[in-house]
């Protein structure tokens, strides 16, 4: 179990609304990723989920009990934190097993648990080691593992791997995935991190300014955004707007992701001024100024050698091509 239903929910913070009425079903076993821009309300509805934040006015509902009111512990969630709050002066073992004791569990309970989560997230060798004597991703695996103890319902994320490296990043992310399909609870999980977001989600909710702005798995969001703001959201690098009319389409703007666009040094649709270049080793990205679309960005498999302020001529995959209307909505 572990099913999640949000009915019209709000937050105010004194006068400011934070959260403007969200409508959210999260299904038992699901993995839904929160994102949206910074400030979009994203850890504030987690946190009201938890129970850590009061909710001012709709319903939040586990497994079909409004739970409102219900302190967080005994909302049947475990949170893991951009933070890993663990004690300095416990063990690893007893980090992870301290909840429990709390409960009132048997020393034998806790053994067995902390043992299988040690386990699954290859901690046996640490478990007699204090958090200091950890390095930050083996620190996020005992916030983790100290989770999993705990059996939850619901797992909670809060951006859990923005305190690592980039390899550190993969690897967790990865170890996060696995212990998804191992536990199949069901986990909500907040990001900015594009990767994480399609990596890991089932679904992905897009969240701005307070609301939501499209649900959906990461290829429906990617393949079909319904306006200008998922269509730039989803997707790294962004993808290009073009003006419609300069295409010879109804007013609005022509979205189309950079691995759509063909460049060629002949000919091409768009001639375009390139006015930077970037070699990753295993794709290009050239940018491309055009005077009325503006930069456009074009990702290239390999490495390329074109060059600053030389003219190129791009040409759009008519068919990858998504026609916005003035207001940003997805024509249809
Ligand atoms: N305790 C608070 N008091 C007043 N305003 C708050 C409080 N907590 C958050 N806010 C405001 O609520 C809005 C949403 O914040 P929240 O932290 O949920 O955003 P977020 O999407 O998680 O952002 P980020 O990605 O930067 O963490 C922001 O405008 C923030 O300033």
Redesign the pocket.
Known sequence: MGALELRGVTKN??K?E?IKGVDLTVNAGEFCVFV??????????L?MIAGLEDTTGGDILLDGRRVNDLAPARRELAMVFQTYALYPHLSVRDNMGLALKQAGASRSEITAATDRAAAMLELEPLMDRRPAELSGGQRQRVAIGRAIVRRPKLFLFD?PLSNLDAALRVATRIEIARLHRELKTTMIY?T?DQIEAMTLAHRIVV?RQ?RIEQVGSPMELYNNPANTFVAGFIGSPQMNFLDATALGLAPGRVGIRPEHLTISRGTGEIPATVSHIEKLGGETLVYARHPQHGMLTVRLFGEHDYSVDETVHLTLHRERMFEFDPAGKRRT
């Open positions: 913070f004194g400011t934070v949206g821009p910074s400030g979009c309300g994203k850890s504030t509805l946190r951006e907040v900015h969240m307070g």
